[in-house]
């Protein structure tokens, strides 16, 4: 049974207007070791001003847990033994492989070999048409296979996720911890499952039926109306979306647009970037990443076996201080409670970056990089 009234025990640590909400209890607060503020560099220069200027990046499709699946790769640029490091990126919602362009471009000039998939529904690669084809089961299996593929079956890989990407590299680890070297995730916790609270019941007592995870649910519905919107739109908004509460979606009232009012681009992204979005996203359509959302309480079925596992892998976890994710009740005091580090115990640090928000990625990729490739080096 679900309480509205009980919504002082319901954390929402994930970023209430992109992906899912976890259930912690709230935790004692307390200084938590792990964790330390970043500033943020102002006015950096970016060595890939021109977005779609990929020098390097190579485009392939492999056959991959029974789907088609596109892979950007861009080779390390260290002994060209073959032997270089690699890093698989896991892409968000509503991203690409395409969001990773300044960390393969950074990375592989120091040596690592970048691997970015597009993921199951997403760009360029197939798309299952069944909605229980997208569980984290699906998706982990199809990063499983990909990893034997670049690797040939006997090796692990670094990862980076961000957003949904960051949700399934939990799992990835809790699966198949054997599989990742280490891991740096951005923007969503851990998200230890609760066995007391199926997800989108609980989400729709406390939010209501216009809260956009639950306006996800019924098949066709939003693709309906985000059709109607266009997809240039529906896309610019999300991307520079950060009003900080939950994102409602009431029927024809999107996004709260007015006739005049044009939402202008961050200087992050380009409307060449947003171009190339609009491109995959106008070919394949919003349905394959929706998909994920509509099976958040089959994955809490399907995970049952996992209640109370921790995550057995080395974790670097970085969140921009305007994330709402980060500001989301219950995401604090599960980093400085100590509940955190207790569900992942080889957290080496927990990094808060004053001054950037969810696309924390893209917004200042020089900072990321930095923090990613320190992180790494210590296991090479």
Not at 136 to 150: M, Q, T
Not at 248 to 273: I, R
Request: proline share 6%.
């Amino acid at each position: 049974m679900f309480l509205c009234k009980r919504f002082h025990s319901l954390s929402l640590s994930r970023f209430q207007n992109h992906f899912p909400l976890r259930f912690h209890r709230f935790l004692r607060k307390q200084t938590d070791p792990t964790t330390h503020f970043s500033t943020s560099l102002q006015n950096q220069t970016n060595p890939l001003e021109n977005m779609s200027r990929l020098d390097g990046v190579e485009h392939r499709t492999l056959k991959v847990n029974g789907i088609k699946m596109h892979v950007a790769e861009k080779p390390g640029s260290g002994s060209g033994s073959g032997e270089d490091p690699i890093i698989l990126f896991i892409h968000g919602f509503p991203e690409l492989w395409y969001t990773w362009r300044h960390q393969m471009a950074a990375l592989s000039s120091l040596g690592y070999r970048t691997i970015a998939p597009d993921l199951r529904g997403y760009g360029d690669t197939e798309a299952p048409e069944k909605v229980e084809d997208y569980t984290y089961l699906n998706v982990v299996g199809d990063l499983v296979a990909l990893i034997d593929a670049v690797t040939g079956g006997d090796k692990a890989v670094f990862v980076v996720g961000h957003d949904w990407g960051a949700m399934i590299a939990w799992q990835l680890c809790q699966y198949r911890p054997e599989k990742v070297k280490a891991l740096v995730n951005m923007s969503a916790l851990f998200s230890p499952r609760s066995p007391d609270r199926v997800p989108i019941p609980t989400l729709r007592c406390v939010f209501g039926d216009d809260y956009y995870i639950c306006r996800f649910q019924k098949a066709g519905d939003i693709e309906a109306e985000f059709k109607k919107l266009g997809t240039e739109i529906v896309l610019k908004e999300f991307l520079t979306y950060k009003t900080p509460g939950p994102l409602y979606l009431p029927k024809g009232k999107y996004f709260k647009l007015s006739e005049n009012a044009a939402t202008a681009l961050p200087p992050w992204l380009t409307q060449e970037d947003l171009d190339y979005y609009v491109t995959k996203y106008n070919k394949t359509g919003f349905t394959g990443p929706i998909n994920y959302y509509r099976n958040i309480d089959r994955n809490w079925e399907l995970t049952a076996p996992w209640t109370g596992a921790k995550i057995n892998v080395p974790v670097k976890f970085i969140v921009g201080d305007q994330d709402l994710t980060y500001n989301s009740p219950g995401a604090k005091e599960y980093i400085n409670g100590g509940g955190f580090k207790r569900d992942v115990p080889l957290l080496d640090e927990t990094v808060v970056i004053k001054g950037l928000g969810h696309f924390l990625h893209e917004e200042n990729p020089d900072v990321i990089n930095q923090h990613i490739h320190s992180f790494f080096q210590k296991f090479l």
